[in-house]
Each structure stands twice: as structure tokens, then as C-alpha cells.
């Protein structure tokens, strides 16, 4: 007897070995599904490798648009930095050539690194969409680089470690709230010392947090990470302890801006979540019936993801709402493009996102064992916000030109 109970006990090691080996090297290898769709050549061209280039298109576009219609105007918000005094949010407003009636706001870099993505989108619409609109009674405001620092420097967040799509309130209650689940997880989120990837904990990095997701479930977790906290500076998804110096030079131009509008109409732009190459339409959960009925006749025919899917996280002090509170009085359509990267709707592509982000935050604060280390954790965070692939920008490109170009032809018929 005691024979048997020693070999079942081997064979369930070997199991055990087996199936943690076999994990191991699927999440080492991990890659997400490519997109087979050829490229375009004439996508690429909204595409470029830093700050300051994108920056430079996006100004030299805003000024062939000023030379087309009334009253345009091209300008900068200064960000206050103590690294670096060449971060600007850049700015062209379009202003309704007759009547003031509708204001489209196009946004992009909230998280900085999204920001080359999110300004080849601006490019693309500036380029080939604005004579779309129907500039009569409709004003556009294209927004720049609302985090330049995490822009240029290939950071989600701002020079503070914060994410600005956690520190917009204008209650400063916000950031007195306790996230208690993340207190739980913090150790995991937010390891110690300099970054080694060939480290156990790097290397079964899954393990841990498979083991966490058992533990918690997916939902829980997920919430419990993304929805930001208010307590660790150095933390993932730290939301700040005021208003980020972005969000305060951001807020007049706003309120100037949408002054005279009766509706006003936010298209927020993102990477990083998401199917890869698919263009996720994912607003903040809305309980107004109008507006949810407003919002799905301007995307009719592509799915809205209203959080009622398993992969549903809700996140305090997003930017989109933000707008809204400041907006007081104003009819308010808020909506989130998210280009997916990595497949995060999967449990790997979730895992390695989120790994991703643990180790170059753990870098910035803590350092690299090694220069490959470093370089390898660099690589990957701007491969998962900005995918090098042809493919994948072409068809981020294509997708935005198709869904755009709808939404600015619908949006014409919006009424309060
Ligand atoms: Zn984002």
C-alpha cells in the first residue's frame, strides 16, 4: 500500500513539474496572434519614432488646416516639469464656421507612450477627415500630447508616476480613497531592488499569478490592479494626490473651448487593451439611456463594449468623465478608442501586459541588473503601446479612418 501511495505521489510531481514547465515556456514565449492583414503604405506615413516628430506633423498639418477655414488656431499649453522645459501640449481649434452648435474633441497621450499611435490617428484625421465634418455648426479641438513627459520619454505615466487617467476629479476626495485590494497585492505589483529577468520571480512570473487569479478570481483581480490607487507614489496605477500639472493646463482650454457649444463630443485615444488590431470601443460605464442611445446610432454597426463582458474593470478619475465634470450644463457624449496590442482579453496576454508594466516601473524607480535587461524591458512596454508591426499600424489606421469618418457624419444629427 504504501508502495502506491509513494508512486501516485511521483506521478502527481511529475504532473505538477509537467504542467508548470509547459506553462513556463508558453508565457516565455509568449506571443499574441499577428495581423494577417497586408499593409498600406499610405497608413504608414502617420507614423513616426519620437515625441518631437509626431509633435512636428501634428503642428505643420494644423497649419494647412488654418490656411483652409475661419478663425483656426494653433498653440501650445506649457507643462511645468522640473526635467525638461520642452514639454507642450499642442493644440488646433477648429471653431464652427457659423453657428456654434457641436464641439468634437479628439485627445490623445492621457498615457503618454500611447501617444505615437494616438498621434498618427490625429494626423490621419487632420489629413484626410476634418473637410468631413460639418464644420458650419460643428467645432473640432484636437488635443495633443495631454502627458508630453510620458510621450517623449516612453512612460504611461507623468513625470510624477502618476497615470492621468486616475488623477482626473475635480473632487479632491479622489485622492484620499483607499483601493484595499491593491494594498493586498502590492508586494506582487511592485517588487523591490533591480530589475533581473532571469530572476524566479521574472521567469515564473505566471505561476505567481495564476496562483493569484485562483485565489481571487480574474475579476477581482483585475479590478483590484487597474482601477488605481492613491496610496503608493511608486506604485502601479498611482492616481496622484492633486491634479497632475497636464490636467490643470488642460482644464481652461476646455472650458474656453466648449464655452459656446451646446454638445460636446469626447474621442479619447488609447493603446494597450485589447484583441490585437482590433479597435476596442470601450467608454466609461454611462447609465443615461440618451446618451448610451446617442452614442450607439453614431457607432452603429460596430460593437460597444459597455462593461458588461467578463473582462470589465472600472477605473476612478478617467479623463473622459473629467471632461464632463467640468462641463457642467453641457450635453456630453464621452467614448474611449483603445487599439488592442497584446491580447489582454486573454488570461497570458493579460498576465504579460501586466508583467510588463511591473518590470519598467520597477526599472525607472529601482534600476536594471543589466544594460540587456534594460533594454529588453524598454523594448517590450513600447512594442505593448506601440506595435512595430506594418500590419498592426495599417490596420489601426484603417480602422480609425472607417469608424471616424462614421462618427463625424452621425455625430451631425446628435441633438440634446
Ligand atoms: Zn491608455
Not at 483601493?179 to 505567481?208: C, D, H, T, W
Not at 472600472?314 to 491580447?343: A, N, R
Not at 510588463?356 to 535587461?373: L, P, S
Request: charged share 25%; hydrophobic share 35%; proline share 3%.
Amino acid at each position: 500500500m504504501k508502495k502506491v501511495f509513494k508512486i501516485v505521489f511521483i506521478l502527481l510531481v511529475l504532473a505538477v513539474l509537467c504542467v508548470v514547465g509547459i506553462t513556463t515556456y508558453q508565457y516565455n514565449t509568449y506571443a499574441p496572434n499577428p495581423v494577417t492583414q497586408e499593409a498600406v503604405s499610405n497608413n504608414l506615413v502617420y507614423f513616426q519614432t519620437s515625441y518631437e516628430e509626431c509633435r512636428n506633423n501634428f503642428i505643420l498639418l494644423a497649419e494647412k488646416i488654418k490656411k483652409k477655414f475661419k478663425n483656426v488656431r494653433i498653440s501650445k499649453l506649457k507643462v511645468e516639469s522640473k526635467k525638461d522645459p520642452d514639454l507642450t501640449i499642442d493644440y488646433c481649434y477648429v471653431p464652427a464656421q457659423k453657428k456654434f452648435k457641436r464641439l468634437l474633441i479628439l485627445s490623445s497621450a492621457v498615457h503618454g507612450i500611447e501617444g505615437y499611435v494616438g498621434s498618427a490617428v490625429q494626423q490621419m484625421f487632420m489629413k484626410e477627415l476634418i473637410g468631413k465634418v460639418n464644420l458650419a455648426d460643428t467645432g473640432v479641438l484636437l488635443i495633443h500630447g495631454i502627458n508630453p513627459y510620458g510621450f517623449k520619454y516612453n512612460r504611461r505615466v507623468s513625470e510624477n508616476n502618476v497615470d492621468l487617467n486616475r488623477n482626473c476629479s475635480k473632487d479632491n476626495r479622489l485622492y484620499k480613497s483607499v483601493n484595499a485590494g491593491y494594498s493586498n497585492l502590492y508586494g506582487m505589483l511592485n517588487p523591490e531592488g533591480k530589475v533581473n529577468l532571469r530572476s524566479v520571480g521574472n521567469v515564473f512570473f505566471q505561476i505567481n499569478a495564476i496562483q493569484k487569479i485562483i485565489q481571487h478570481s480574474m475579476k477581482t483581480l483585475r479590478q483590484a490592479i487597474l482601477q488605481g490607487q492613491y496610496q503608493y507614489q511608486e506604485g502601479l496605477y498611482f492616481g496622484g494626490n492633486a491634479l497632475e500639472p497636464s490636467i490643470k493646463a488642460v482644464t481652461p482650454l476646455l472650458k474656453e473651448i466648449a464655452k459656446n457649444y451646446e454638445i460636446v463630443f469626447n474621442i479619447d485615444l488609447h493603446t494597450g487593451y485589447g484583441a490585437r488590431g482590433t479597435l476596442h470601443l470601450f467608454p466609461m460605464p454611462i447609465e443615461d439611456k440618451k446618451i448610451k442611445k446617442d452614442l450607439e446610432n453614431i457607432f452603429s454597426g460596430n460593437h460597444i463594449d459597455w462593461g458588461d463582458g467578463d473582462d470589465f474593470y472600472t477605473v476612478t478619475g478617467d479623463f473622459t468623465s473629467y471632461i464632463g465634470q467640468v462641463l457642467p450644463g453641457k450635453y456630453y457624449l464621452p467614448m474611449v478608442f483603445e487599439f488592442g496590442t497584446l491580447d489582454s482579453q486573454t488570461t497570458m496576454g493579460s498576465i504579460k501586459s501586466l508583467h510588463n508594466m511591473i518590470v519598467e516601473n520597477q526599472g525607472f524607480h529601482h534600476g536594471y541588473k543589466t544594460k540587456k535587461d534594460e533594454l529588453k524591458s524598454k523594448t517590450d512596454v513600447l512594442e505593448m503601446y506601440y506595435p512595430s508591426s506594418d500590419n498592426w499600424r495599417s490596420k489601426a489606421i484603417e480602422d480609425a479612418r472607417r469608424i471616424l469618418s462614421q462618427a463625424v457624419t452621425k455625430f451631425e444629427s446628435i441633438e440634446r
